[in-house]
């Protein structure tokens, strides 16, 4: 939910910024259908949540196309980029990367090796901290940069705006 807080901050275009939202509707799509699968019977998770998983990469990676091409300067872009890469931990690859990570470093044979899923919650807690201090920095520089007609965060929406 931070992320709707942060992206509509973006200076984009209205279709721009919708864009760049659309992650977190197919991350809400993949909670509301993690929530509902005892519900759904016999099905397995992956048939539940898989299609919402998906569609959280393909939003994700249209969102990191529009805003590396739209956010101006390298200040603006990062908090912007680590932002989603956390909005996408839910993304079909991040959780085959984790997954596969755990299974390199378990002997378990398990379907699921232990620790599957602490690299994506070690990942999204770090992209938080990340975002909060780049942004918090971003804001304070911006404050006197963007007054003063410095271009370099041009791309961030100051408390001024």
């Known amino acids: ?28 799509w993949y909670a ?3 929530w509902l699968a005892p519900a759904l019977g016999n099905r397995s998770l992956w048939d539940v949540t898989g299609p919402a998983s998906i569609a959280t990469e393909l939003t994700a990676f249209v969102a990191f ?6 956010l101006g300067g390298a200040r603006a872009r990062l908090p912007s980029l680590i932002g989603l890469w956390a909005v996408a931990a839910y993304g079909i690859m991040h959780l085959i990367i984790d997954y596969l990570v755990m299974a390199a470093t378990s002997d378990a044979n398990w379907d699921a090796p232990p620790g599957t899923g602490y690299l994506t ?3 999204m807690v770090l992209c938080g901290v990340l975002v909060a201090v780049l942004g918090w920095r971003a804001g304070r520089a911006g404050a006197t ?17």
């Open 65 to 70: 196309i529009v805003i590396d091409l739209k």
């Open 32 to 34: 509301v259908a993690t």
């Open 145 to 161: 940069s963007v007054r003063s007609g410095d271009p370099v965060l041009a791309g961030v929406a100051t408390p001024a705006d």
């Open 1 to 28: 939910m931070g992320w709707l807080g942060f992206a509509s901050r973006l200076r984009l275009t209205p279709v721009q910024r919708l864009v760049v939202l659309l992650p977190v509707v197919s991350v809400g």
């Open 121 to 123: 919650a070690a990942m």
